[in-house]
Every structure is written in C-alpha cells, then in structure tokens.
C-alpha cells in the first residue's frame, strides 16, 4: 500500500498570510491531487497535477492557489494570502499505478483566524 | 457536469441490523463509482468501487444506471462500521474523483 505523508498536521495562522502544505508520497506516482473539506461540508477537489504540470482545476483554485513539485519528491500547496474562508482540511492524494485507486493523506487541517 | 448526491447525513441502526446508505449521481456518460470510509481520525480510504464487483467488510454496492444509484448495503452492521462514508464518481481513468456530501453511519451496541 503506497503512503503518503502530509505536513502539517495543523496550521494556525493570520490572514494574509502565506501558508504552504506539503505532501510527500513515498513512491513514485505520476497523479497527484489536492482537496480540501470545509468543516460539515463535502470533500472538494482543487486541482490535479500531472507530468509537473496542472492537468486540470476547480473554480476554487483561483489566482491565490499554486502548487510545485519542487524537488521531484514533495508536493506543495501554496495558498499565498488566507483568507478567513480558507480554514479546512487539505487531503493530498496519489493515483496508483497498479489498481488506478486514488490514495490519501491524513490531511492538513489550516484554521486561518 | 458530474453530480453525486448523497441525501442522508447521519445513519443510526442497532448492531446486527441492515445498513443502506443511499448514493445517487448525475453524469451523461459511463462513470466510475466508488464508496469512500474514513474512520475517526483515520484517513479516507477506498471501501470499493463498482468495477471490481467485490465485497469488502460484508459491504456491496451495485451501480444501477437505470436509476442512476449506486447504494451501499451491508446485511449485518458491526459497531466497528461506525464511520463518514463517500460515494464518489470518476469520469475517466486519471480523473479527479466528486464526491458527494456524505453520511455518518452510527452504530449502536
């Protein structure tokens, strides 16, 4: 079973301010994906990143949104001002190569105040 | 553009009861679907999906594209099934995955 590794585990901090998440999988994947769950809300899908590119985004992933694999290895979500709307838990996820199934992390939980 | 609607938010039944946990979807051509647990505190993990027609945890789910549904059963709940449960659709091989809301599923000794 692939595993994947999400820092930190929970981020407070002031809005404005710049907050970066990260995701480390463990092996090698092509697929990787970020989501994020609003406190009660449903899990919602930010954005997919293929062959060091975005291969496709929500309406959420505006301008304040950014994502890098910066090293080959870790895979980073920059949200560059917060807003107060931006607490959430934010789930990295990998496709599988073998069975095709999307794999999650423990999540980052950001509580912007 | 997709759609998944799960129209329950909590499920309560006495252990050893039946569980149904209702998921329908809007998609004009051939999704995938999957049922989604996350367990408390855990992360979310793949229960099942529907290609593989398998059982897993005494859970099934059949897609129904008739009705458009794609409902989770299991004949016998155990108090360790007590956990969020995701119905989510894919419409192609490395597509992302849309979830629906969701559903707690509780139950009681």
């Known amino acids: 079973e692939p595993e994947v590794t999400q820092t930190p585990s929970h981020q407070v901090t002031q809005m404005g301010q710049e907050v970066i998440l990260r995701c480390v999988p463990i092996?090698?994947?092509?697929?990787f994906y970020w989501y994020r769950q609003i406190l009660g809300q449903k899990v919602e899908f930010l954005v997919s990143?293929?062959?060091?590119?975005?291969?496709?985004k929500s309406e959420i992933f505006d301008d304040q949104f950014s994502v890098e694999r910066p090293d080959g290895s870790n895979f980073t979500l920059k949200i560059r001002s917060t807003k107060l709307e931006d607490s959430a838990m934010y789930f990295c996820?990998?496709?599988?190569?073998?069975?095709?199934?999307?794999?999650f992390g423990e999540g980052s939980r950001l509580t912007v105040l | 553009a997709q759609r998944v609607t799960q129209p329950e938010k909590l499920l309560s039944v006495f252990k050893g009861a039946p569980v149904e946990l209702k998921c329908n979807y809007s998609?004009?051509?051939?999704?995938?679907l999957f049922w989604y647990v996350q367990y408390s505190r855990q992360r979310l993990q793949l229960l099942l999906r529907?290609?593989s027609r398998e059982s897993i945890k005494g859970f099934t789910a059949d897609l129904n594209k008739g009705e458009t549904s794609f409902h989770l059963k299991k004949p016998f709940a155990q108090e360790e099934d007590s956990a969020m449960y995701y119905c989510?659709?894919?419409?192609?091989?490395?597509?992302?995955?849309?979830f629906g809301k969701g559903i707690t599923l509780s139950v009681r000794p």
């Open positions: 990143f293929y062959n060091n590119e975005i291969s496709e």
């Open positions: 092996s090698n994947h092509l697929y």
């Open positions: 998609y004009s051509g051939s999704p995938e």
């Open positions: 989510a659709l894919s419409t192609g091989a490395n597509s992302k995955l849309t």
């Open positions: 529907h290609i």
């Open positions: 996820a990998i496709r599988t190569a073998n069975t095709g199934e999307l794999f």
